[in-house]
């Protein structure tokens, strides 16, 4: 997610950092850099020059804090134009009744699944939300939603079989939806491999028929500089009310989600950052500019721990840190939660100074599963004593797990470190925390980036 911007954005703020004084020619050469960054990525021609041009104004206007230096205060003038660009603050969906939402887009935008997700997101938030599959082309959307909606434990409505007309489609799906009583319900729209006429014409006609009263555009972050005139031809024929920018995992760019904000001004509402149906995130403009500028997002990686643990696990862990029993059992409990909370990549840019460690060889989800493979093929003894572990042992773990047998020596040797720094008392309290206010140590030097402190996060979550 926007990997590629946020590196060649550190690399500018790096060189402004060491001004000692703010200039005109200094700031020039530097938002040259930015430009060009924003540019690379995807980002519209006019959207670039507009918050450039912005970020210059403040920069030059601007009273240099005596307590800050002056490149540190244009990255905090960064900051701010993109939130005020991403759109300043979270924009919640309208669910005054009728409750009803329509999906929109192209081809291949991921419609079917983001009705999925958004109704595994409200039923979280304790809504009753339904699915109405209105897809009358795309072969088995029909099908894939119906699966989607049983795994979820969603309603959905299916069109008669060989219905292509919409319109009869659509009065179908709202006698459906008088029948179910309550409930907010998602309609998941046909698209077309580009915007046509015959598209247009045929989403207005379910609007008027629906009366929505979010209309939501799902585009694909891949998009590129396609997605402003895709946004915008949607947006003047169908009256958007906000978007959900999909695959935002998948593309390093992810210029389109700046462009296509700042052009319709309508909010992103959601991103999709994976396949499955919980991988789908509110939209926090702030959070975002702290992740494109590689500043983490502490807030939202707390909140998704908060989600995924369990506190009667995370408490008997922390009684067995007290007493110094961590074994192999515990360090498998704790991978997979840490698998649960999405690819490890997505983590690391929610951390501060970690995102430099995406993409170095050994710190990656193929990792984690070589690690799991490894502890698996242990027996329960063994996991619960790794004193045991002696040459032959590893021999037939190494081989059980399809693994160089130094790959298990490593592991066992970082294992031991972490062992090690849990008999330290001060240490083992802060990692063993309070569920929403405790805290990591500082780790030796070289375990983090700078030997800095790890924020705060949840009892149970560790790394």
Not at 78 to 90: I, Q
Not at 193 to 202: I, R, Y
Request: contains cysteine; hydrophobic residues 45%; proline residues 5%.
């Amino acid at each position: 997610m926007f990997s590629a911007l946020t590196e060649k954005l550190e690399d500018s703020f790096r060189k402004l950092r060491g001004l000692g004084k703010i200039s005109e020619a200094n700031i020039a050469d530097a938002l040259r850099e930015i430009r060009m960054a924003l540019l690379e990525a995807d980002v519209d021609f006019k959207v670039a020059k507009d918050l450039i041009e912005a970020v210059k104004t403040r920069a030059l206007g601007e009273e240099v804090l005596r307590t800050v230096s002056p490149g540190q205060q244009i990255v905090k003038i960064f900051h701010d134009e993109l939130v005020t660009l991403l759109g300043g603050g979270a924009k919640e969906l309208d669910l005054t009744p009728p409750q009803r939402i329509l999906l929109v887009g192209l081809n291949g935008a991921g419609k079917t699944t983001t009705s999925a997700k958004l109704a595994g997101w409200l039923k979280k938030q304790g809504k009753r939300p339904l699915l109405l599959a209105l897809d009358l082309y795309r072969p088995a959307a029909i099908t894939q939603l119906q699966v989607l909606g049983q795994q979820l434990g969603v309603p959905v409505f299916a069109p008669a079989a060989g219905e292509t007309d919409v319109v009869r489609a659509t009065r179908a799906a709202l006698t459906w939806l008088e029948e179910q009583g309550a409930g907010v319900a998602i309609f998941d729209t046909a698209g077309r491999q580009e915007v046509d006429e015959a598209l247009l014409a045929e989403l207005k006609a379910v609007r008027d028929l629906v009366q929505p009263r979010e209309t939501l555009l799902v585009a694909d972050a891949a998009t590129g500089q396609q997605s402003v005139s895709v946004a915008s031809r949607f947006h003047e024929t169908i009256g958007l009310t906000g978007l959900i920018m999909s695959k935002l995992d998948g593309d390093a760019r992810g210029g389109a989600l700046l462009s296509m904000r700042q052009v319709t001004g309508c909010p992103v509402k959601f991103i999709g950052v994976g396949e499955k149906t919980d991988q789908l995130e509110v939209f926090h403009p702030d959070r975002m500019a702290q992740r494109i500028l590689g500043m983490g997002d502490v807030v939202s990686l707390v909140e998704k721990a908060s989600q995924e643990i369990d506190e009667k696990e995370a408490m008997n862990l922390m009684r067995r840190l007290e007493q110094n029993k961590f074994d192999f059992n515990d360090f498998l409990g704790q991978l997979r939660f840490m698998k649960k909370l999405g690819p490890l990549e997505g983590l690391l840019g929610m951390i501060p100074g970690m995102s430099k460690l995406k993409g170095m060889p050994g710190v990656d989800d193929k990792r984690m599963k070589h690690v799991e493979a490894i502890i698996l093929s242990m027996t329960p003894k063994e996991r619960s004593r790794p004193e045991l572990l002696n040459g032959s042992r590893r021999k037939r773990i190494a081989r059980g797990a399809g693994r160089p047998v130094v790959e298990l020596n490593q592991l066992l040797k970082q294992f031991e470190m972490m062992r090690k720094l849990m008999k330290n008392k001060g240490a083992m309290a802060q990692m063993a925390g309070g569920l929403f206010g405790g805290g990591m140590p500082q780790l030796p030097k070289g375990m983090m980036p700078g030997g800095g402190k790890m924020p705060k996060l949840p009892k149970g979550f560790r790394f």
